[in-house]
């Protein structure tokens, strides 16, 4: 079975301004100026929900490098497609506007992969031959021509139409959103250069990009430490988020399994969870080694402290 390849970009927040490569960027989020390092990050989301990062790259503001070696965020989306690709993993690519570019969708297209990618309302389209917003063109959309999809507990309203996109050289799907069906102005907009898709494959392919991106970013700031590395070198911060990446990779393999992990007691459901279990095996063996050394091999308190000292 296939999967689905998500890329999304995230800021890592740091406090020294000496780092390698960091600077200031807009945080959507918390709308202000950031002093962080902005990342651009695939993952791979298996057909039974585990999720593991694949590739990254750090983007390097343009005035911190050789105007050569500048790559923006839709060069750095291209190579990670291309590294995912040449790995033969299997899967369609999900993304947010932020990487619906042309020059994506075409790259995307012309190696016969697949892609759902979010879509900006203020897109210019092609529809009925003239040139118009998408949003103009989904207040078009007649009350009858919308159909319902329960997504999860919620009901949205749906129209389907093949279109063109300027720029991009193949026809494409797009998928009109609206919370009620009265709505005049879209709430959302999808878009895929697979043609025959139905609507629920469309939605469940791009929902991963949540599963494999946002889950990631949020479990390795708060429970892996992702942002925690301050070290100047761009070499120790590129050593730092493979780590950081290794770690989340080894403990999702610990989740959702049959039985439970003979080091974690019981089974475990989240990466914070099973972060407190590997912290509580550490402790557990820590304390079992200073008793076996004690009672067992006789060492003295200030033999044992030397050791847990050095360590």
């Given at each position: 079975?296939?999967?689905?390849i998500?890329?999304?970009?995230t800021?890592?927040t ?12 807009w ?16 993952h ?11 590739e ?12 050569k070696?500048?790559k923006?965020h ?13 790995r ?22 012309s190696k016969?992969a697949?892609?759902?990618g ?44 093949q ?20 709505d005049?102005?879209a ?7 697979r043609l ?28 892996l ?22 770690a ?16 974690a007691?019981?089974t ?16 557990a ?21 030397a ?5």
């Amino acid at each position: 079975m296939r999967g689905v390849i998500a890329i999304d970009k995230t800021l890592v927040t740091h406090e020294g301004k000496l780092i390698e490569d960091v600077g200031w960027f807009w945080d959507h989020a918390d709308q202000r100026h950031v002093m962080a390092h902005d990342y651009v990050i695939s993952h791979y989301v298996c057909p039974s929900g585990a999720h593991y990062p694949i590739e990254w790259h750090r983007l390097k503001k343009r005035d911190a490098c050789p105007e050569k070696e500048f790559k923006d965020h839709t060069q750095l989306c291209i190579a990670l497609i291309d590294a995912a690709l040449k790995r033969g993993i299997p899967g369609d690519f999900t993304f947010d506007s932020s990487f619906t570019s042309a020059k994506v969708l075409n790259h995307i297209q012309s190696k016969h992969a697949g892609y759902v990618g979010d879509l900006k309302l203020n897109r210019k389209v092609v529809c009925a031959g003239q040139e118009q917003k998408l949003q103009d063109v989904a207040r078009q959309i007649p009350w009858e021509a919308k159909k319902p999809v329960r997504v999860g507990s919620t009901r949205y309203w749906y129209f389907s139409k093949q279109i063109r996109l300027p720029e991009v050289d193949h026809p494409v799907r797009i998928l009109l959103f609206w919370r009620e069906r009265g709505d005049q102005e879209a709430s959302k907009a999808l878009v895929s250069n697979r043609l025959g898709w139905e609507v629920i494959r469309m939605v469940m392919v791009y929902r991963h990009r949540w599963t494999g991106t946002e889950t990631f970013h949020r479990d390795g700031k708060q429970q892996l430490g992702l942002g925690d590395c301050q070290v100047r070198s761009g070499e120790g911060q590129t050593r730092h988020v493979y780590l950081v990446s290794a770690a989340y990779s080894l403990l999702m393999r610990s989740l959702h399994q049959y039985r439970p992990q003979d080091w974690a007691r019981r089974t475990l459901t989240t990466i914070g969870e099973a972060c407190r279990a590997v912290k509580a095996e550490t402790l557990a063996r820590m304390i079992d080694w200073v008793v076996d050394k004690l009672t067992v091999d006789h060492w003295a308190v200030a033999d044992i402290k030397a050791v847990l000292a050095y360590s």
